[in-house]
């Protein structure tokens, strides 16, 4: 049974950081791409970053660029996502997504529950 767990969220002062972790198990985690959506009230789900298998590679969505880092950690199974300079509008439920075929697909394999980050001005 896959698993994917999301840690981290919370509340935050604009301006502030979040370090947000997804714990993956029951999969080869090594061979997954793992990727970043957030969907804030209202909203449809988007896209915030992508890593690939090795962390060679990596993908933001334009407006995190520069403040959100994305890596992973194979031997634990977890792949991170470090939140600098929050804003308002980055206040979303976060959800991390494994992608076999890699950090442009748009076929997402297994997906996490989500977690909650508040960003208050």
């Known amino acids: 049974q896959v698993q994917l767990v999301e840690s981290g969220g919370g509340l935050v002062q604009a301006g502030g950081s979040l370090r947000l972790s997804c714990a993956a198990s029951g999969l080869t985690f090594s061979r997954y791409a793992m990727h970043w959506f957030r969907q804030a009230p209202g909203k449809e789900r988007e896209f915030v970053a992508a890593i690939s298998t090795t962390a060679g590679s990596v993908y933001y969505k334009d407006s995190v660029k520069g403040r959100f880092t994305i890596s992973r950690d194979n031997a634990k199974n977890t792949v991170y996502l470090q939140m600098n300079s929050l804003r308002p509008e980055d206040t979303a439920v976060y959800y991390c997504?494994?992608?076999?075929?890699?950090?442009?697909?748009?076929?997402?394999?297994?997906w996490g529950q989500g977690t909650q980050v508040t960003v208050s001005s």
């Open positions: 997504a494994a992608a076999a075929r890699g950090i442009f697909t748009t076929v997402y394999d297994y």
